[in-house]
């Protein structure tokens, strides 16, 4: 059974930083694109980063370029997304989707998804 996990949500103020996990069980990591999106109350599933299967491409959303970082590990089936300068209306809850192809950084391109973590960014 596949298992993505993402941990690290909470509340922050607004400039703040967190970093969000997302790990991952019942498949073979490596050969999955992961990428980091995120959905706030009463809006659509929008993507934030992505990062092929040996990290050695990486998308941003161009809201987030320059403050938010993602990284991998393979060896602990683990995702990162470093979160910096944080803003109010960045608060949604993050979900880390995994995908086989990764050809696309699109909701249906996505074949598992986790059941997400909350941020929540004050001003």
């Known amino acids: 059974q596949v298992q993505l996990v993402e941990s690290g949500g909470g509340l922050v103020q607004a400039g703040g930083s967190l970093r969000l996990s997302c790990a991952a069980s019942g498949l073979t990591f490596s050969r999955y694109a992961v990428g980091w999106f995120r959905q706030a109350p009463g809006k659509e599933r929008e993507f934030v980063a992505g990062?092929?299967?040996?990290?050695?491409?990486?998308r941003y959303a161009d809201s987030v370029k320059g403050r938010f970082t993602i990284s991998r590990d393979n060896a602990k089936n683990t995702v990162y997304l470093q979160m910096n300068s944080l803003k109010p209306e960045e608060t949604a809850v993050y979900y880390c989707?995994?995908?086989?192809?990764?050809?696309?950084?699109?909701?249906?391109?996505?074949?598992?998804w986790g059941k997400g973590t909350l941020v929540t960014v004050s001003s």
């Open positions: 990062i092929t299967r040996s990290g050695s491409i990486i």
């Open positions: 989707p995994a995908d086989y192809r990764g050809s696309s950084w699109s909701v249906p391109a996505m074949d598992y």
